[in-house]
């Protein structure tokens, strides 16, 4: 499974952005899709998951409320809508893809493939 992300850039507090996330080659066995991001100087973190049976989502504390996560299964692609952005936002976020139902959604090392990143800044 190759990743692709995408939609990130400048986006001042109060804010949206749309990431998006595009999957192609054997997106038949993908189980579930995450959206990680990493700040300077900070480990990853998780921020959202997507299960590509139902689309039932999982989002951080952080993101509650303020990201939302859907997919176009014609493009298998997801997108994260992030709105009300603030500084903490900051980061570059990652987009990944777990092949099985290991549990855990949210640490990393649960995932298999990865795309390469977006940088994702937000002034204040």
């Known amino acids: 499974v190759q990743l692709q992300a995408s939609g990130g850039g400048l986006a001042q507090a109060g804010g949206s952005l749309r990431l998006s996330c595009a999957a192609s080659g054997r997106t038949f066995s993908i189980y579930g899709m995450g959206w990680f991001r990493q700040a300077p100087g900070k480990e990853r973190e998780f921020v959202a998951h997507?299960?590509?049976?139902?689309?039932?989502?999982n989002y951080a504390d952080s993101a509650k409320g303020r990201f939302t996560l859907s997919r176009d299964n014609a493009k298998n692609t997801v997108y994260l809508q992030m709105n009300s952005l603030n500084a903490e936002d900051t980061g570059v976020y990652y987009c990944?893809?777990?092949?099985?139902?290991?549990?855990?959604?949210?640490?990393?090392?649960?995932?298999?493939?990865w795309g390469q990143g977006t940088l994702v800044t937000v002034s204040s």
């Open positions: 990944a893809v777990m092949r099985y139902d290991r549990g855990g959604y949210g640490n990393p090392s649960r995932y298999d493939y």
């Open positions: 997507i299960r590509w049976s139902d689309e039932r989502s």
